[in-house]
Nanobody
Framework: QVQLVESGGGLVQAGGSLRLSCAASGRTFSTSAMGWFRQAPGKEREFVAAINRYGSSRDYADSVRGRSTISRDNAKNTVYLQMNSLKPEDTAVYYC?????????????????WGQGTQVTVSS
């Protein structure tokens, strides 16, 4: 089993940056692809970024591509999401998730473990 705890959210002005962290407990972190999803008020949860178990491949939603970087440190059981040039439409609760050991899943059904989420609010 994997437990995930996100941190690093907060209030930031448009154009600013935030670095989200997700600390994982459990022995399966290094064998899991990791993903970030977000859910804005009144909207469904959506894929943001994913990284494979080795940290060698990444995938991003078009809405954040070029502005965000996902990374992981398997020695620290932590995955990060660096977000730059933030926009008001990035406002959401951000969730990290641990999923399949294969590939770069971008759908919720491929992730079995979820954190509680961290709020990101971008003011205009």
């Amino acid at each position: 089993q994997v437990q995930l705890v996100e941190s690093g959210g907060g209030l930031v002005q448009a154009g600013g940056s935030l670095r989200l962290s997700c600390a994982a407990s459990g022995r399966t972190f290094s064998t899991s692809a990791m993903g970030w999803f977000r859910q804005a008020p009144g909207k469904e949860r959506e894929f943001v970024a994913a990284i494979n178990r080795y940290g060698s491949s990444r995938d991003y939603a078009d809405s954040v591509r070029g502005r965000s970087t996902i990374s992981r440190d398997n020695a620290k059981n932590t995955v990060y999401l660096q977000m730059n040039s933030l926009k008001p439409e990035d406002t959401a609760v951000y969730y990290c998730a641990a999923g399949s050991p294969y590939g770069l899943p971008d759908t919720e059904k491929d992730y079995g473990y979820w954190g509680q989420g961290t709020q990101v609010t971008v003011s205009s």
